[in-house]
């Protein structure tokens, strides 16, 4: 037999209807709602309570998915070393990124669990990670051919701290950068303004100051996400579905200079709108330039760097991890090897 009891609430923050999970109509209690609820309470009964929570859930993550979980999947080949082989995807997302399962190898980068691999040669080898520079950044001055953009990437500029100086009339301290470029990565996903507040933690002045900012110093972006939104919406259409059905939310498919066909659909409106259903802006936005950057570049040096390291003896291509190449390269032939990947990259 169960119970439901109404107890008087502890804290001082007054619940958003978008914490109600769909399903139920409750408040959820997911790590957003937490860290939100974290950094606004001023009670200190509530933050002690919400900072054991999310301990908790890191703590639980990191047995349940990291260490039980990895440990299922270790194999012994022969040669005295413990491996892990993961499952890298082509056709598994909607960008046409790689992704990894059976385990994921791909949440790992920033995770102290990566403490536990370690090159097959032991001490006498490295992982070697090697890293796009700014590459979704740069894919989205090619298709939007704006000249501020292409100068500042040809020309090495940090384009958080660019921005960060339009604002502010001053380049960020290291501190200050680092929560900035949310900012920018989150206008680059086609976040608006609500959104970006709340993932940078600014307020809505700042976030709307932001984008202001942005397009002004890159005017062809702007044109270019118009042009986008504009093209969905007048190639949309309503399908009809096998069993003759009309439907009611509207369905383009967008076709990439690669060749690359994305389908983009309508969901169901979650903020005020004058309409009942809309296109994506994060899809529309962010998906031809993650596709090109992440989908078609990355595989494509992979297929190049394969090519040029299979008979090279000491090294190994590892995984990829979105913009990231992981390499397992003996000492000897260390030097040599980045020299080399660093000159093809």
Avoid at 100 to 125: C, E, H, T, Y
Avoid at 279 to 307: C, H, W
Wanted: aromatic share 8%.
């Amino acid at each position: 037999e169960t119970k439901e009891v109404i107890a008087l609430g502890i804290s001082d923050i007054v619940p958003s209807e978008d914490w109600k999970s769909e399903k139920t109509g409750k408040i959820s209690v997911d790590e957003k709602v937490l860290v939100t609820l974290q950094k606004k309470t001023k009670e200190p009964k509530v933050k002690a309570i919400v900072d054991n929570l999310l301990q908790h859930r890191a703590l639980s993550k990191q047995l349940g998915t990291y260490i039980q979980g990895l440990g299922k999947h270790i194999q012994t080949p022969g040669d005295g070393n413990l491996v892990i082989y993961g499952r890298i995807t082509q056709v598994a997302t909607a960008t046409g990124r790689l992704s990894s399962s059976n385990p994921n190898l791909q949440n790992i980068s920033n995770n102290p669990i990566k403490k536990a691999f370690v090159s097959r040669w032991g001490d006498r080898g490295n992982l070697v990670e090697f890293d796009f520079s700014q590459l979704e950044v740069a894919v989205l001055a090619h298709l939007t051919k704006d000249p501020t953009l292409l100068s500042d990437i040809v020309g090495g500029k940090d384009i958080h701290s660019e921005l960060y100086k339009d604002m502010f009339s001053r380049y960020p301290t290291k501190e200050e950068r680092k929560p900035f470029k949310s900012l920018t990565f989150g206008l680059l996903y086609g976040a608006g303004a609500k959104t970006l507040a709340e993932n940078a933690d600014a307020s809505l002045a700042v976030a709307r100051r932001f984008i202001k900012t942005f397009y002004e110093r890159y005017p062809k972006v702007a044109e270019w996400h118009d042009k986008m939104a504009a093209t969905v919406e007048s190639t949309g259409v309503h399908v009809v579905t096998e069993s003759l059905l009309y439907d009611p939310i509207r369905t383009c498919s967008f076709r990439s200079e690669t060749g690359r066909i994305y389908t983009f659909k309508e969901y169901k409106s979650k903020y005020e709108s004058t309409r009942e259903f809309n296109f994506s802006p994060t899809e529309v936005k962010n998906y031809p330039v993650q596709g090109l950057a992440t989908g078609d570049i990355v595989p494509l040096m992979l297929g190049v760097l394969f090519r040029e390291l299979v008979n090279e003896t000491g090294v190994r291509l590892v995984n990829t991890i979105h913009d990231s190449i992981l390499l397992d390269v003996h000492n000897d032939v260390l030097e040599s090897v980045v020299s080399k990947v660093g000159g093809i990259l």
